[in-house]
């Protein structure tokens, strides 16, 4: 199968750090910011930004802030796949209520994952607003959802598979291309 | 994980499909924690409750995880059903087919009735074996198991562990009892030493396809195992036809749990009963409201591993 590398450890950096900043920027600062990782990827991701936010706003409590949430149970598709596996979910002592929730994930494909954390979002609290953070964007929307924070919009074939490796789960960095 | 269509018995399931029940338990667990308690997960699937026979706990649970999965549940009880009338298991199973359940759970006094309805071809549905006869009780099995584990290892650091070693006596009753049977079937499966106390009389001679040891006296096997769980069985008056023991006095002065045994167990032992609880006679009244006693905690984690077992069966469609 032939790939391609489209962004490297290098550019995976660069964007977390841009998304970092561009959610700040949104926030007005880093008052009530919750991140939540939607499994597998997106639980690093979220890890990621929340530690380049720190770094740069003191004040941001990274290991406060940060959660994981699992949406299994609220995927529209279950019917159709084999068991799947569910994992944990895991949302900060000081809840949702009230706060700036950003969901982050690896890629933004049909969407159905977000609505599903969007569902998922709705049983834990009522946050004050949502926003998507995701690090690849790759068209074919099956639903009216967008990200507000992209690490790289990427123009892709439906066939086309997309690969992302980060360190903790994959051993390395980079996002690859497979046709 | 191979895929599981029924839960007949404990033996169904291996080790590994186990820990996953109970893994998933766990996340349920969670959501029973939260404010709203309520997943999407199996909207627009039917469950049937067919309970044949009286209960409390397991049909209460069993509806409360089916509503917080959001299927839709319909109760079925003998009494004031067409079974008064004279009604077969069969045409039951097939007017419940023709309705278009998805699963059911069935509780039946008669050992295998759960498997005949799974075997039967009448209905194509998941069969949940909800207490069949003096067979199985599957999932009071995962949910004593999913009990000593939470205990064991603590909440949040149980996923993916079996019970390796762990030591469990089981008391009383263990001939009628299909609690006793799918509990020494899950916790072998899952690494647990299984010890069998009971009088002569109420104990099978040797035991088909559990690995138990089996004690007459419960003093010395305590001091001897120094479990970590002890699980008390109820005495099944309703299906003892003949004399067992001598008294019930004297039953429960040499199987019963009190508070000078419940003083003999090493700080941390689990004290459980499958409920109900006949006080006063298999365990008393200071030993069943004592801080070592899981029954209520077995109550509430038998919703959590329902889910998981419903979860597990019905959230996929086989073709």
């Known amino acids: 199968m032939p790939s391609r590398t489209v962004l490297t450890s290098g550019d995976i950096d660069r964007a977390i750090t841009r998304i970092a900043h561009e959610i700040v920027e949104s926030n007005h600062g880093t008052k009530n910011l919750i991140l939540l990782g939607v499994p597998t990827r997106g639980v690093q991701l979220a890890k990621r930004i929340a530690a380049v936010i720190e770094r740069h706003y003191p004040e941001f409590d990274a290991s406060g802030s940060v959660g994981r949430l699992d949406i299994t149970m609220y995927r529209d598709d279950l019917s159709l796949h084999p068991n799947r596996p569910v994992t944990e979910t895991n949302i900060p002592a000081s809840g949702i209520d009230g706060g700036a929730v950003v969901l982050v994930d690896d890629v933004l494909f049909s969407g159905r994952t977000i609505r599903a954390a969007l569902d998922a979002l709705n049983a834990h609290g009522r946050p004050s607003v949502v926003r998507l953070a995701v690090l690849v964007d790759r068209g074919h929307r099956e639903l009216p959802i967008r990200a507000d924070f992209v690490g790289k919009n990427l123009p892709t074939s439906r066939d086309e598979r997309i690969s992302v490796n980060l360190s903790e789960t994959d051993g390395e960095n980079c996002v690859v291309i497979e046709s | ?319």
């Open chain 2, 1 to 319: 994980m191979s895929q599981l269509k029924h839960l007949l018995s404990a033996a169904d399931l291996s080790r590994d499909a186990a820990i996953a029940i109970l893994d998933v338990a766990e996340e349920m667990a969670g959501v029973n924690a939260r404010a709203i308690k309520k997943l999407p997960t199996l909207q627009g699937k039917t469950v049937v409750n067919l309970f044949f026979e009286d209960s409390t706990r397991t049909r209460i649970s069993f509806e409360l995880a089916e509503k917080r999965l959001s299927a839709d549940v319909i109760n079925f009880a003998a009494k004031g059903s067409s079974v008064s009338k004279g009604e077969s298991l069969k045409d039951t199973a097939q007017t419940l087919e023709a309705m278009g359940a998805d699963a059911v759970v069935i509780r039946h006094g008669a050992s295998g009735a759960a498997q005949t309805l799974a075997q039967s071809g009448w209905i194509d549905g998941a069969i949940i074996n909800a207490g069949d006869g003096t067979h199985e009780h599957p999932t009071q099995a995962l949910l004593d198991a999913f009990t000593i584990r939470r205990r064991t290892h603590g909440v949040g650091a149980s996923a993916g562990k079996g019970l390796d070693g762990i030591k469990v006596v089981i008391v009383g009753d263990v001939l009628h009892s299909r609690v006793a049977r799918s509990n020494a079937i899950l916790l072998n499966t899952l690494g647990a030493e299984v010890h069998f106390v009971a009088p002569p009389t109420l104990v099978p001679a040797k035991p088909a396809g559990i690995k138990a040891q089996i004690h007459y006296d419960f003093d010395a096997a305590l001091a001897a195992v120094k479990p970590d769980a002890v699980m008390m069985l109820r005495i099944q008056s309703e299906r003892m036809n003949a004399s067992y023991f001598p008294s019930e006095r004297e039953y429960s002065r040499v199987w019963g749990m009190d508070s000078e045994r419940l003083a003999a167990l090493k700080p941390g032992a689990l004290l459980m009963h499958p409920g109900p609880m006949n006080r006063g006679l298999e365990i008393t009244a200071e030993a069943a409201d004592s801080p070592n006693s899981t029954v209520l905690e077995q109550v509430s984690n038998g919703v959590s591993v329902r889910m998981a077992v419903l979860y597990t069966l019905m959230a996929t469609e086989r073709n």
